[in-house]
């Protein structure tokens, strides 16, 4: 008798390459209409973050991309609007591998039409001269004092003492232009850096794992190292993540931070993307079980009054009695986590209070 031995031959396809095939193809093709805006704003996360870590997905990976590619010119002249949008995705695609140069066309356009004039917000035309930049383009009307304001926004660590999620996402992204996605040194003064610090502690202590991810990130790329505490917490949390399919699947769910908790594993050289995406609709979301202890120390604080002292060592015992007792512990770990720490407690109590209003 004769045995008939079947070998199996190895796949082409290596496995991260069809894990991020499935990644792209759920953001492209089954979460959201391309139509959407919601479409640009997460298709542009999930490249933005592929090409800053140097991830190339594969060929194949991009041809979800093909239509949308081949159309964008057409959108960007219609939806003159959504043009950082359709900036970052084309240019992210074609620096992952995807063959054309409209990303050259679509900036140069954008230039011509003085599309980043049209921009109020400081950080958003950062944006805006950082991605013509890429394809060697400088807006007209360049605007000298652009740098200066955010160097000096990013200077004024009080402001990031205080619960203020809008201002710490925009210092992250101001140290992402600034340092091109960590390709050269942000060249961040003493304050800024202590200003990543505080937004840090801020971001453990309400175990935002989305926020304090961009602020790793944003500390590697200035040249800081982030506590150990802080990435470790990150790396547990990327872990819990749970990823659930079907066509029927809710997209109301913590993408973005699954997505930012992932870069930060990549940027740090530990797994990432690591779980097991299928092709089709997928929800992402995050561990449930986390202590909030930012109410609890927030209304403590605000029912001392005239009481109220920025010397966290007077306040400790203070705090121990008002919080529960898992509010207490990541405040206990916030404090050794940082050496910034007791300078962070003194701006957040606002023990400092201004004369009567008249």
Not at 191 to 207: M, N, P, T, V, W
Not at 253 to 266: A, G, K, M, T
Not at 273 to 299: H, L, Q
Request: hydrophobic letters at 40%; proline letters at 4%; charged letters at 25%.
């Amino acid at each position: 008798m004769t045995n008939v031995i079947h070998l199996t031959p190895p796949s082409r396809i290596n496995p991260q390459e069809a894990r991020l095939g499935a990644l792209l193809s759920c953001f492209a093709e089954y979460r959201r209409h391309s139509d959407d805006v919601f479409w640009l704003k997460e298709n542009a996360e999930v490249l933005n973050i592929l090409e800053c870590t140097t991830t190339k997905p594969g060929d194949t990976a991009l041809e979800a991309y093909a239509n949308f590619y081949q159309t964008v010119e057409k959108r960007l002249h219609f939806f003159p609007q959504y043009y950082r949008f359709f900036l970052s995705i084309t240019l992210d695609l074609e620096d992952l591998g995807m063959s054309g140069d409209a990303g050259e066309r679509l900036v140069h356009w954008a230039r011509t039409q003085d599309l980043p004039r049209a921009e109020l917000s400081d950080l958003q035309r950062m944006e805006a001269v950082r991605l013509m930049a890429r394809r060697d383009v400088a807006p007209d009307g360049d605007d000298r004092q652009l740098e200066d304001r955010a160097r000096y926004f990013m200077g004024r660590s009080d402001t990031f003492a205080l619960p203020n999620k809008k201002a710490a996402y925009e210092l992250t992204h101001l140290v992402f232009y600034l340092s091109e996605y960590g390709r050269c040194d942000p060249q961040l003064n003493a304050d800024a850096k202590r200003s990543l610090h505080f937004a840090g502690i801020l971001a453990f202590i309400e175990q935002n794992a989305d926020l304090l991810s961009e602020i790793c990130i944003a500390m590697h790329y200035a040249g800081e190292v982030p506590p150990v505490l802080w990435t470790d917490w990150l790396k547990r949390e990327t872990a819990l993540f749970s990823v659930t399919d079907g066509p029927s699947v809710s997209v109301q769910d913590d993408y973005h931070e699954f997505l930012v908790c992932n870069w930060h594993q990549s940027l740090v050289g530990d797994a990432a993307f690591a779980k097991g995406f299928v092709f089709d609709r997928m929800r992402f979301d995050r561990n449930v079980a986390r202590a909030t202890p930012m109410r609890e120390m927030s209304e403590a604080m605000f029912s001392l009054d005239d009481a109220r002292s920025g010397d966290w060592i007077s306040m400790r015992l203070y705090m121990e009695d008002k919080l529960s007792p898992e509010a207490m512990q990541v405040l206990e770990q916030a404090e050794t986590s940082s050496q910034h720490f007791e300078a962070f407690f003194h701006g957040f109590a606002r023990a400092i209070r201004p004369g009567a209003l008249h």
